[in-house]
């Protein structure tokens, strides 16, 4: 049994992994983008390369960039094959109304983070699923040394399990009543597992870096609340946020059995993030306000209504 490095710092195993099918091909592609393997603007490989690399059928691969295009990570042209688009927008409202928008992603935030001494990020999101991909990328950067924090602190606020989800469920055109509480049972069921994986992924392999030495001081904490998330949030406590809404699309979702979903979901990937920075010299100024009442509403959730699981 083989493994094969999608990122650097994760895994895919390969053999019996690979029958999951276009699943199990969505998240390495997720992945892979999402730590810069498929750069902003370059070509995935074609899709003969993905099916041999994976051991799926065309058929699979095909699924599987179909829902990578509707998530908004790829765009595609028969003839030209697929290609990186932009990531999501960030507009940082430190900047006068005549700069020009600049577009990034959230693994800069996050790098900036890491490169402190001592991290203390606070997140509030629907899955942890990006933010896992992220996370496991700047412990890679550690192990080479590249960066070397002190301490790491990572709070998590994630919707409770008994909340009941507006999203993702099943298009009511398409099925009945009955079949369509059905398939709202499977996606909610979906996006738990989601959860609980990348959860259960970013917790090990920042504890890892304890194990092997290399951070004195690791604490990550995570707590359900019951609120579904119509945003999320990301607080680099007392420096910077990221704040964008969630949007409401219509989109084909995969089960793990490659059964192909018409639904209802949200999309964090294409809605816009604004920046907002502290600016310790004016308490009052835009950003100052924005970190100070934001951080104020996630301590009193953290505080307050968020039980530890």
């Known amino acids: 049994m083989s493994w094969e490095r999608y990122g650097r710092g994760v895994g895919v195993e390969r053999g019996e992994g690979a029958g999951r099918g276009a699943s199990s091909l969505l998240e390495v592609l997720r992945a892979r983008i999402s730590d810069g393997t498929y750069a902003l603007g370059t070509h995935l490989p074609t899709q003969r390369a993905l099916a041999d690399e994976f ?3 065309r058929d699979t691969v095909q699924k599987a960039l179909g829902e ?3 998530e908004g990570w790829i765009e595609s042209r028969q003839g030209s094959g697929s290609w990186v688009v932009e990531g999501p927008p960030i507009h940082s409202l430190m900047q006068p109304p005549s700069t020009p928008r600049v577009r990034a992603a959230l693994g800069p935030f996050i790098a900036r983070a890491f490169a402190q001494p001592v991290v203390r990020l606070d997140v509030f999101t629907l899955t942890s699923e990006s933010l896992d991909a992220h996370i496991r990328l700047q412990a890679e950067r550690i192990r080479l ?3 070397s924090p002190e301490r790491i602190e990572l709070r998590m606020l994630l919707p409770a399990e008994s909340v009941e989800l507006p999203y993702p469920r099943a298009n009511t055109s398409a099925g009945g009543q009955g079949e ?6 499977r996606l909610r069921s979906r996006l738990h597992d989601i959860t609980r994986r990348h959860t259960i992924s970013l917790r090990t392999a920042l504890r890892d870096l304890v194990t ?7 604490e990550v904490a995570v707590r359900r609340i019951p609120l579904a998330p119509p945003f999320k949030l990301y607080l680099l406590r007392d420096v910077e946020a990221l704040f964008g809404p969630y949007k409401v699309v219509e989109r084909s979702i995969l089960l793990d059995d490659d059964t192909e979903i018409e639904a209802l979901d949200v999309l964090g990937l294409g809605s816009t993030l604004t920046r907002h920075v502290n600016d310790a010299g004016d308490p009052n100024s835009t950003g100052s306000v924005f970190m100070e009442s934001w951080q104020a509403w996630y301590d009193s959730w953290w505080k307050v209504l968020g039980p530890t699981p």
Request: hydrophobic fraction near 35%; proline fraction near 5%.
């Open 55 to 57: 051991g799926v059928s």
């Open 68 to 70: 990578l295009k509707g």
């Open 145 to 147: 040394k590249e960066i």
């Open 180 to 185: 369509s509480a059905d398939i709202d049972r």
């Open 212 to 218: 092997e030495g290399l951070v004195p001081s690791v």
